[in-house]
């Protein structure tokens, strides 16, 4: 459901910017989802699912057997398949495994191989942590060989000897090459590395001695896959990691730090860090002199806060370094999807590029992130290799019409050596066919080199050996060997193969057809081989979920179980690890329904297995209304890539894209980035508290509209952020300091003003607005909603939504019982209020630090006791402060108009104030769907408005 973003804490791209979650109306809502306007939802298999009179699914028939999974497109072929005309009939896919004796018997054959496949301790979520050194050594011992088979050890060579030349460094590496995990580790031990003492200049000139360097950091654009990484990497060097206090006092060389979780052990010298967390770090190190180097991973993802990093490196990069000592700063910029003209140009030494102006790039020099020849790389050529090696092994069978003869004469009836892999659930892969598949580093699947220069780079790595904590070795050049200053390496070749497959014909219900896929590649596809499926939102997740839980329940015992896991940003931390635990159930397969969260850096253990629906939620400013939305879109090539990427990881896979190739050629090459499409107010705060004067000359690779820019700098400066000179105030710095956003932030600083005096009633309200998902649970169903009335009745407000969260707030704290129980009676969610309850106390602590409190307020629990109306009204108007654009008035025809813009507005049914008639309204989100609906909403008074817009 397109909504504007949601302020909140724990957003995974970026902690302080509206978060994307999407909340269920309740049962009577209107659809809100114009974007998504689809008939009503069928069942999968609806024309497919047989079920027999004891609701088991019958066998479908025996031609079944021989027919395509949903009748798809490879990337070299079309075939006839089990679709009708329209695409979307699918025949039944067999429910009872066709060859349950061959899955009976090698049952022992899937323990084993599953043991093999990498065990527990590989870095992902596991249930057991291992205890001593040499338990850790010996996972890292185990791991080693894989790490040596990655794509990227070809170039381990040329990376260290480029960064011993060179500042800045892009690599671009196929998805899976082994970037992530293992460049900060070829570089650690590097001499340049290493911590230094050196004299520094401060910011008033003075110099002063100081440390500078000794750690890697690595940003990632997703809490999550910042945890994941720094697990998997401390696996891999047999490095502890433990989690919260304890883990700063123990020794260790790998560490990671997101938003409300850190883990950076004593001796940390490889961090990875969310980009928002670094940024924050810059607040008080705006010169890094903690790090050596920094490694900008994703970046063809374009943030918000990768645009600002980019810009702040670019300018430690070519600044005068006095700051560090003299002490150069490393770059190293990677994705598989890298726009590699645009940033070598960017980053370059502007005396080599006179003609190059940072600022308006887009659709230009750094549009796009790939050329169309990357592109035609890393999709049609991979997979349009002669067949045989692109079937053999677990997947294909192998011994089927090679599929560039099928190619030959696309329009035939018929079916391709791929199409056969779709026939019947039929157990467990071969592991001699597994093993044939992995494709040798440096070479393709059909064994030449694989790297541009093939022997030539070969020959070249092995002239370059330079010995781990070794200088220099004679022969290679010392000095800056590139005029511009910037190296460049690209990985070729992934581990492990994955094919592509399209739908023939446009799917009318991408939902449904996900659904089916599933299911059908759960019932043809052996094990091990689980499946990873993006869809776009959280609603999306849980209706696929219960779908594809029902239907297991209907499986026969000789088809695998199934195990969904949910991945998205609402989800807890722990909730989300969840999706990474390979199954340790016998004779069952995983399947993650995930949103984008899990489209880049990612690696889901068991995962082989991708379905694509090609569409995701994307936030849009529309700066004459002032109001962000999020709209469901189909997604861009280079995304495609990356979803495609997470296949083939483990093993050989297969990415079913819910698609048709014509739909892929018309999908925009890349997302346009973050910064030219959304409300920059936060980058403008954050370039402001970072020392940037003129932010509209800020060496932006693409600059925003200047009319965000100005709507930015003017809500600022309403919200006495900015004074007249455009320079932060002491509430502007203030507000920056805050890891909230900037309205949120101002809102808490108005709270402290000796006429309001109320920090600690919006520090409970901010709490509750800035958890990942709706502290109140919708109800699914017209009994839920009843029982939903009655439950929070002592809750609600007629004030309205805030002072209804304060409430709920106050009383949960007071609850000294059990608050899980509490939660129950009144429908909240327990995971939004612990959340809150985190929250709670960094920002309380947080405001005794910026003096806002005088000291902390007793423990919990405290007696309830219930706001007063006129403390209610000052508490709202404290909030008005902030959000006075955010207002809307009653017009003669019953419907609001918001203040700013004179728009429609409509109370959303998930609001307490939902059908009242109010003289006027506040609120501090919106959804922007079939029509503008407010969230949050408070029943303020016109002349509250007047009186803040000095009317
Ligand atoms: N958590 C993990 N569990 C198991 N294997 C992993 C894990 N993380 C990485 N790997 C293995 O290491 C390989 C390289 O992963 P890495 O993340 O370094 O690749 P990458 O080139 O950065 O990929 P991408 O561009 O998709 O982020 C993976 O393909 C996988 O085989």
Redo the contacts with the bound molecule.
Sequence with gaps: MPEQGQQNFADEKNPTKPSTSADAPPAKAPKEDSNNDQAPRKSPHTNALKLSQDGKPKSSDSKQKNQPAGGRQTEEDERDSSHSQDGRARKSPKLNGSNNKKANTTQETFKQRRQDF?GRH???AHSKTPNTRADLERIAKGLEK?RMR?P?WLKKTDIRYDLRNHDVLLLH??????????VPQFLYTEPWCAEKRVMVEKEDGRKQEASVGGVIAITQPRRIAAI??A??VAAEMGEPLSKGSIASRQPGKVGYSVRFDSSVPLGTKIKFVTEGILLQEMLSDPHLRKYSAIIV??IHERSMDVDLIAGFLRNIVHGDKKGRGGIPLKVIIM??TLDKGGIEAFFAKPETRPDYVPGENYGKVLATHMSEDAVKLNTEEKFNKKPDTEVKGPIGKGNEKNSSQESDAPNESRRSSTDSSFSSWSGFSDSSAEEGSRAQPGTTENGTPSTKSGKADESRERKKTVPEHAPTPKGMIEGDISANGVAWQYIRG??YEVQTLYEQQPVEDYQHAMAEMILRLHTEEPLPGDILAFLTGQEEIQALQAELEKYSAMLTSNVPRLEIKPLHGSLSPEAQQDA?VKVEKKFTRKVVLATNIAE??L?V?GVRYVVDCGKAKVKQYRPHLGLESLLIKPISKVSAI?RT?RAG??ARGKCIRIYTKKDYQSMDQDEKPEIMRCNVIEAVLKMKARGVKDVLTFPFMDSPDVLYMEKALNHLYAMDALDLDGNLTKVGKQMSRFPLPATHGRVLISAADEANDCVLEVIDILSCLNTDSEVFLQPKSEEQQEAMDEGRSDLVRREGDLITLLTTMQQYCSENTNRNHWCERHLVSVRAMKLAMAIRRELRQKAVDAKLLSELPPADPQPFEPISPGKATVVMKTFLKAFIKETAILGPDGVYKTTSGKESIYIHPSSVLQGKRLEAIMFLQHVYTSKCYAKKVSAIQADWVAEQYGI
């Design positions: 990498g590989n870095g992902t894989t990655l990227v590496g196929e998805t899976g090459s082994g970037k992530s995990t293992q994941t990484l697990q998997r991973d994703e994705s598989a992934r581990q990474f880049t850096s690696t253990a990356q990427g990881r483990e």
